[in-house]
């Protein structure tokens, strides 16, 4: 039995925008061209993306490499999954039948284990024995937690055995990252045998969303190429300013520069498409999750009049971490 392809729901029935019809005319266009690219560059194991759609412009404007929300998917695409967990696994090994999946530090947040255990078991539902570990110093034995859903899920130990990492009597062949490295790589996860996804030089300790989105820009312009589109229409402008010290007023040259800077390309785009909304801006912190560190403003002058408390707000994000470089975006 060949599983249904997933359409979205929508309430929308008005007339479509011109993107969506540009995408629709070019439909097969589009899945050729994405085919192409998956030959070329496998994708990750796993991703999330956010997407912002303003009725003339859809763009991402945010890439999770180890995403949570499991518990979200749709329960009638599990087959899917499932599908989806064999055939990944398989491409990276065919012989991998036990996974140890690395949780995040904040193992309290009761949302975030039942997006775990959803993920355990999708695994399990695709044959592989799948166990979750963490890394907090204060787990010393497994610890089982009640989840609002009336599931309950397991935490164990990490353990680590010459170039292995695993649990009490678990020696998984692949170990799977739920867990960003906003406070750097973990000693014990260094150096191992096993196979890591995705790699640990992929954590926010080290990869930076300025140089992610560079990237996407570059694909865009090769996407929209095919379809004869404006890039701009599936892409955020954005700059990145590495200059911040959001603890002192008086150290707010380059924000502000680079703010004023992208509102006015924002607006030359505006004009040229006949759109009278207001631009304006996100600055966020260049690596990080979870929302923090991140602010909207429409004019310079919002920066240079930020209060204390939303200067204190900025300054750190996830694990304490200062933020000294940020990303600012386009508004969608």
Known sequence: MISKIPHLTTALKGPLMQLENDLLKHEEQVESWLQRQWLKTPAPFYSSVDLRNSGFKLAPVDTNLFP??????????????????????????????????????????????ES???????????????????????IRTPVTIKLPSGKSCLLEPIERQGARVGLKNFSPCLIL????????????????????????????????????????????????????????????????????????????????RNVEKLLEAIKNKYDEYGIMDDPF??????????????????????????????RNKMSSTKEGLIVKNVLVQEGV
């Open 281 to 310: 801006v996100v600055i966020k912190a260049n690596s990080g999750t979870y929302g923090m560190g991140i602010m909207t403003v429409k004019s310079p002058k919002e920066v240079l009049k930020l209060t204390r408390k939303q």
């Open 68 to 113: 949570a929300g499991f518990n979200n998917l749709n329960p009638e695409f599990m087959p899917l999954c499932i599908k989806a967990i064999q055939s990944a696994v398989k491409r990276l090994s065919s012989h991998s039948k036990l996974v140890l999946i690395i949780a995040e530090q904040h193992t309290r947040n009761l949302f975030y284990l």
């Open 116 to 138: 775990l255990e959803t993920l355990r078991n999708i695994f399990e539902n695709a044959g592989i024995e799948a166990r979750i570990a963490s890394l907090r110093n204060d």
């Open 177 to 256: 990252l739920n867990n960003d490295l906003s406070a750097g790589r973990p000693k014990i996860l260094e150096g191992l045998e096993q196979q890591v996804i995705p790699p640990l030089s992929l954590g926010w300790s080290t990869r930076k969303k300025s140089d992610h989105f560079s990237h996407y820009h570059q694909v865009s312009k090769e996407f929209a190429k095919q379809i004869g589109i404006d890039p701009w229409l599936i892409s955020p402008l954005s700059v990145q300013c590495g200059e911040v010290n959001f603890k002192d007023r008086s150290n707010s040259t380059c924000l502000v």
